[in-house]
């Protein structure tokens, strides 16, 4: 008789244990068992399935995170246009040397750190621009024509800030250990369907199907063993 390799999903990483889920599913809708049981079973394990996928992407917000991403990039650039233009005016003997001289003076006291994150990264530019928007700073920038840049770098802080707060508020709407229930449900239906199926191979008048399966789910398993 047949028998599923025994490995430990109690192990994995949150991630790890996402994709042997989505797998095996796949694999099973794949395979086209028609027994009743199976194909309840089967549905029972899509739910939990379905259920493990919105705690994943509520823990990990992807979609939020690459949306922070590019606008925070759209910042660096907005940053790095103001940081060239002042630092170009500031080596003249022009009048507007002295203009860029002082905004280059604050871009130098308020420099955002690379190795922070976001949420500092955005303290450290509102108080910069805060700074460049006031008396003799502001003027600095109106006479180096960096008015627009610095425009254009205010918007894109709110919009990391506000996607920033999109992204918390979501967040919060996991309750505390829902990932981990989803998991033991998912490990639950797991334990049940291969346990059908190991039955199937054994009772049914035609087990090859089974067995094929089996077979193949095993080569799935030690393949995901060499990779962990």
Not at 181 to 203: D, E, K, M, P, W
């Amino acid at each position: 008789m047949k028998e599923f390799t025994l490995f430990s999903l109690l192990r994995l990483k949150n991630e790890d244990h996402y994709t042997f889920v989505r797998d095996f599913v796949g694999y099973l809708e794949n395979a086209g068992f028609t027994a009743p049981s199976l194909v309840k079973g089967l549905e029972q394990m899509k739910a939990c399935y379905d259920e493990e996928t919105k705690c994943i992407k509520i823990t990990r917000m992807s979609d939020q995170t690459a949306l922070i991403r590019e606008a925070d990039r759209q910042r660096d650039k907005c940053y790095s246009w103001l940081y060239s233009l002042a630092r170009v005016w500031s080596r003249t003997d022009l009048k507007k040397g002295k203009s860029g001289e002082k905004v280059m003076k604050v871009l130098r006291d308020y420099r955002p750190d690379v190795n922070v994150n976001y949420r500092a990264e955005t303290g450290i530019i509102s108080s910069m621009t805060e700074r460049l928007m006031q008396g003799e700073f502001k003027y600095a920038v109106d006479e180096i024509g960096a008015t627009d840049i610095l425009d254009r770098l205010i918007e894109q802080n709110e919009e990391v800030e506000r996607l920033m707060r999109m992204r918390t508020s979501e967040q919060s709407t996991l309750p505390k250990g829902a990932l981990k229930a989803a998991r033991l449900r998912s490990n639950a239906a797991y334990a049940h369907l291969t346990g059908l199926i190991q039955s199937f191979c054994y009772v049914a008048d035609d087990a090859e199907p089974y067995e094929r399966f089996v077979n193949l789910w095993n080569s799935y398993i030690a393949d995901m063993r060499s990779r962990l």
